[in-house]
């Protein structure tokens, strides 16, 4: 276990799975086709572990589980921006594993066996009511937000469980979702996303 260090990220996150458009794992209950083929990007405009810079770097996470989601059992891929040197992977790999607390804590608490960690180029882009990430020869996936009936973006907030609790989410749908890595070869098309800003800390 490493020294709980002084940390906050915030920055922008994405994520898509097999779900149907709104996923309702984060109600707990269980997923559209039985089981939860997830990827997750997220974007950090700026962030710190201790006096370890973080700004402008991006991270990646594939997850399977394999029926309700609370009910844990997960594995899980964690792919680190290339641009990061060993002290920024480091300190990527403390937060994200759930060693420093805060949400990634509760996420990784569901999470069985870890994958592994890959150092990869990661590209998140996004564009109005589009976010897009790709990681070559692994992963890509490409949604855009559902409209309100008043306008504006469709958004759900404070749900049970869900990746990101200090912003409310907006709800999308997949044009393009690929991952090939591991064991696993996922790939869909009108399937449920979301998106939001994002601020992790203890």
């Not at 997750?40 to 572990?49: D, N, P, S, T, Y």
């Not at 040197?85 to 937060?95: G, L, N, P």
Request: proline share 5%; net charge negative; aromatic share 10%.
């Amino acid at each position: 276990m490493s020294e709980t260090k002084n940390w906050i990220l915030q920055g922008s996150y994405f994520e898509t799975c097999n779900c149907e458009t709104a996923c309702p794992c984060v109600w707990l209950q269980p997923p559209t086709n039985g089981d939860c083929k997830l990827l997750v990007a997220w974007h950090i405009e700026q962030g710190h572990l201790g006096d370890q810079s973080l700004d402008d770097l991006n991270v990646a996470m594939a997850c399977y589980s394999p029926g309700l989601m609370i009910d844990g059992n997960w594995q899980a891929a964690l792919y680190v921006d290339e641009r990061a040197d060993d002290s920024q992977v480091d300190a990527i790999v403390q937060i994200f594993s759930g060693q420093q607390g805060g949400h990634p804590a509760i996420l990784m608490s569901f999470v069985s066996e870890v994958l592994g960690v890959k150092k990869v180029k990661i590209d998140y882009q996004e564009q109005g009511n589009n976010r897009c990430m790709t990681i070559p020869g692994i992963a890509q996936a490409d949604i855009e937000s559902i409209q309100g009936i008043t306008g504006g973006q469709a958004t759900l907030s404070n749900p049970p469980l869900c990746v990101v609790t200090s912003h409310p989410t907006v709800v999308a749908k997949s044009k393009n979702y690929q991952y090939q890595d591991y064991d696993k070869n996922w790939q869909f098309s009108e399937c449920n996303g979301y998106f939001s800003a994002f601020v992790y800390q203890p």
